[in-house]
């Protein structure tokens, strides 16, 4: 949630996509009567969003989705990462330039999106490192130069990202 909008990844089959929630943002909605503002419908179930200035990025499917939010009434799809083969992209953390994504099939992903090494956009991100944990990876979260990771069966791992 910012900015009097909720920010909705949607994994269901019949209604995968990315949506929008006016809970107080300016528009008709409130928190008691929230409204839909905007969605934009995916070919992939999305897991996962986080927000960052006027960009949402979305962890699903096979990969990570970009959307411009700057008028949450109208977003628009303004870049992809597409990860290869079948495991599912499930948690998104954007920190510092990075967006960092776990996979279920172990797989943790840097990525540059901005002002980082790789010289990444939000329309053209661009893979900066991966590394492989054990089991099925499902959140992460970036606190500073650290990204703690949650795994099925691999419990918390913690990774250093830079010095």
Known sequence: ASGGYVYVADGNYLGRGFYIVDVGGGGAGSPTSPVLADNYVT????YDVNVAGDYAYCAGGSGMTVFDV????DISLVGTYPTPGAPLSRGICVFGGYAFIC??????????IGGGVAGGSPDNPQLVGQITLPGDLFAV????QYAYVASHMG???IVQLWD
Not at 43 to 46: A, Y
Not at 70 to 73: C, G, L, M, N, V
């Open 141 to 144: 979260m970036v606190d500073v």
């Open 155 to 157: 419990g918390l791992r």
């Open 70 to 73: 700057s008028t949450p009434e």
């Open 103 to 112: 996979r279920s099939n172990g797989e943790f992903l840097s990525i540059d």
């Open 43 to 46: 070919t992939e179930s999305q």
